[in-house]
C-alpha cells in the first residue's frame, strides 16, 4: 500500500540531498504533477527554488492566471515566460504527431534552459510520472517531459533534471497532494497534457486554431463537468466539412469531443454520454464557435485510440 507521508519524507530528503546548495527551476504547468514537483522542491529547498510557468499560447483558457495566482498563494517564487510566438514558431510546416511532439519538447527544454542560464541555474525539476516513461519508453509516444530515459543527455539543454514523481502513477500523485495539503483544485484536477492543446490540433498548430480549439474546451469542461470523467475535451480537425450557417453554404471547422474515464491513463474508455447532452455540447459549439460546423463524439476505448489525438 503506498504512504503518502513517508513518500514525501524521502523525497524532501532526496531532493535536499541532490542539489545541496544549489538552486533549482521547477517547470510547473499548473497540473497536479507538475505542482506536487514543484511544491516539493519549494518544501525542501525553500528561496532556492525558482518556478517557471512557460506560455506557450497553448494553455487553457484563462489557465495562465490561474496557475500564477496558485504559486504565489502557495508562496513560491515565480517567473511567467511568454514564448507563445517562439512556441508556434516552431510548430511552422509541422503536420505529423511525432514530429510535432518533438518540437514542443525541444522548445519546452531550450526555453527552459535558457531560463536556467539567465538564473544561472544547473537543477532543473519536472512532475514527471511513470505512465509518462512507460508510453514513452515502449515507442507509444514521445512525451515533452521524457529524456535520459531514452538517452538524451539533459545536459545538452544545460542542466541536470529531477524527477521526483518517477515512480508515481497518478491515484499516488494525488494522495501526495492532497497530503501536502495542496488545494482540491489542484489535487483533483483534470489531467492536461504538457504539450497542452497541441495534441488536440490536428495538422499544423496555428494561434488561430489554438483560439478556436480553446472555446470549444471551454464549453466541453462546462457541460461536461457532473459527469466526473477522468478527461473531458474537444479537438480540432485538419480538414474541413460542408455545413449550412444564416442559410448559406459554409466549409467550416470540424469539432470531436472526447469524454474518458480512466484510474491511470493507461486505459480508458469512453463515457457513455446521455444524447441530450451531447446534443446540447454540439448546439453550444456550432452557435458559439462561428467556423465550426459540425460536431462529433468519439466513442473510442483506449486501446485501440490513446486518450488524445496526436
Ligand atoms: P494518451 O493520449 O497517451 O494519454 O492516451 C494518456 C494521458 O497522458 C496525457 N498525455 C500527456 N501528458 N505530456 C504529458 O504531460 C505528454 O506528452 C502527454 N501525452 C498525453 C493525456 O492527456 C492523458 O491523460
Redesign the pocket.
Known amino acids: 500500500m503506498f504512504n503518502a507521508k513517508e513518500f514525501i519524507q524521502n523525497s524532501l530528503k532526496e531532493i535536499a540531498d541532490s542539489v545541496g546548495d544549489s538552486r533549482v527551476i521547477s517547470a510547473c504547468s499548473g ?1 497536479v ?1 507538475s505542482t506536487v514537483a514543484t511544491y516539493l522542491v519549494h518544501k525542501a529547498v525553500g528561496d532556492k527554488l525558482v518556478a517557471v510557468f512557460i506560455d506557450d499560447g497553448l494553455r487553457r483558457e484563462g489557465e495562465p492566471e490561474f496557475v500564477v495566482r496558485i504559486l504565489k498563494e502557495l508562496k513560491i517564487n515565480t517567473r511567467y515566460i511568454d514564448a507563445k510566438e517562439e512556441f508556434f514558431k516552431t510548430f511552422e510546416g509541422k503536420t505529423d504527431a511525432e514530429e510535432k ?1 518533438k518540437a514542443f519538447r525541444d522548445k519546452f527544454y531550450s526555453t527552459l534552459g535558457k531560463v536556467a542560464k539567465e538564473e544561472k541555474i544547473k537543477f532543473i525539476c519536472q512532475g514527471t510520472i511513470k ?2 516513461i512507460i ?1 514513452t519508453v515502449k515507442g ?6 521524457v529524456l535520459e530515459q531514452i538517452g538524451i543527455d539533459s545536459q545538452v539543454y544545460g542542466y541536470k533534471i529531477l524527477e521526483p514523481l518517477r515512480e508515481l502513477f497518478k491515484p499516488e500523485v494525488r494522495m501526495v497532494a492532497r497530503e501536502l495539503g495542496l488545494p482540491a483544485e489542484i489535487s483533483e484536477r483534470m ?5 497542452a492543446l497541441s ?1 488536440r490540433i490536428l495538422g499544423v498548430v496555428t494561434a488561430e486554431k489554438a483560439a478556436i480549439v480553446r472555446k470549444a474546451t471551454v464549453i466541453v469542461e462546462e457541460e461536461a463537468s457532473a459527469l466526473g470523467s ?2 473531458s475535451f474537444a479537438v480540432l480537425h485538419n480538414d474541413k466539412a460542408t455545413g449550412i450557417k444564416d442559410g448559406n453554404r459554409m466549409y467550416g471547422n470540424i469539432i470531436t469531443v472526447r469524454i474518458v474515464h ?1 484510474k491511470d ?1 493507461v486505459t ?1 474508455s469512453a463515457v457513455n454520454v446521455p444524447f441530450e447532452l451531447l446534443a446540447k455540447i454540439s448546439k453550444r459549439i456550432t452557435t458559439e464557435i462561428p467556423s465550426v460546423v459540425r460536431c462529433l463524439y468519439d466513442i473510442t476505448d ?1 486501446p485501440p485510440a ?3 489525438f496526436e
Not at 507509444?140 to 517531459?145: E, L, W
Not at 489531467?191 to 504539450?195: D, I, S
Request: aromatic share 8%.
Open positions: 497540473g504533477d511532439r505512465a509518462d508510453e507509444i509516444k514521445s512525451q515533452h517531459n489531467p492536461f497534457p504538457g504539450p495534441l477522468f478527461q480512466s491513463a480508458a483506449k490513446t486518450i488524445e
